[in-house]
């Protein structure tokens, strides 16, 4: 059975974590290992990862920006099969075994998503959940040799980087299955980053001329 590094980043996550890695260890028979960046974390982050899993690789960011995270863990992951989850989101029972089938069943497949749930922290009655729009990074289950044939995520942008990892994907040629199963729960809160008002979604405009770039030195 193949191992896999799961990659967590982590800011002043504390009331969510307990349930997280419990989804992680509801997953089965997996061999797997768990790499957290702290980015900063003032709560009992850390401490509670390391009560509920006591093997856990945890590194120190320096609260630079997801990106920056996110490439902290790159190095310090062992296996041959990468994956991530947001310290606040969960994964649903079977969703490794049905990512690891759907890559045996599609040989041609460098990794493949589930579909994603979003769900309220807090219950809002007669409120339904909106839609997850695109592909989320902890929905993804991919192979190491193919993530580093696209190489690690913008740093220079505090949003959309997996946004513009996913275009560089599609540049390098890589096939990503999509799986119908909803597997990946995105948990809504306050605090979500796409919710704040200092949020400046203009690095989307960055990572949308990135891709028109790309496209035009190729088509020259």
């Known amino acids: 059975m ?10 002043n996550a504390e009331p969510y974590l307990k349930d997280t890695i419990d989804s992680l260890k509801a997953q089965g028979d997996f061999p797997w290992e768990l790499v ?10 850390i401490a509670v990862i390391s009560e509920q899993l006591p093997q856990a690789k945890i590194l120190k960011g320096s609260h630079q920006g997801i990106g920056r995270a996110l490439n902290l863990a790159l190095p310090h992951a062992e ?16 969703k490794l075994k049905t990512q690891f089938q759907g890559l045996r069943d599609n040989p041609g497949w460098d990794g493949c998503f589930v579909s994603v749930e979003q769900f309220y922290h807090q219950p809002q009655p007669g409120s339904k959940p909106p839609a997850a729009d ?19 995520f913008r740093e220079d942008i505090k949003i959309g980087e997996f946004v513009d990892w996913c ?9 990503l299955g999509v799986l119908p199963q909803k597997l990946y729960r995105r948990r809504i809160h306050e605090t979500n980053t796409m919710k704040s008002d200092t949020t400046d979604k203009r690095d989307y405009l960055k990572v949308l001329k990135a891709h028109l770039d790309r496209k035009r030195r190729q088509g020259s």
């Open 2 to 11: 193949s191992k896999l590094t799961i990659m967590m980043p982590c800011y």
């Open 36 to 45: 957290v960046v702290d980015d900063g974390s003032t709560d009992r982050s």
């Open 79 to 94: 296996s041959p099969y990468f994956a991530w989850i947001d310290a606040d989101d969960l994964w649903a029972p079977g």
């Open 134 to 152: 695109g592909k989320h990074r902890g929905a993804l289950l991919i192979k190491r040799e193919a993530f580093e044939r696209v190489g690690p």
């Open 167 to 175: 275009a560089r994907a599609h540049t390098a040629g890589l096939h």
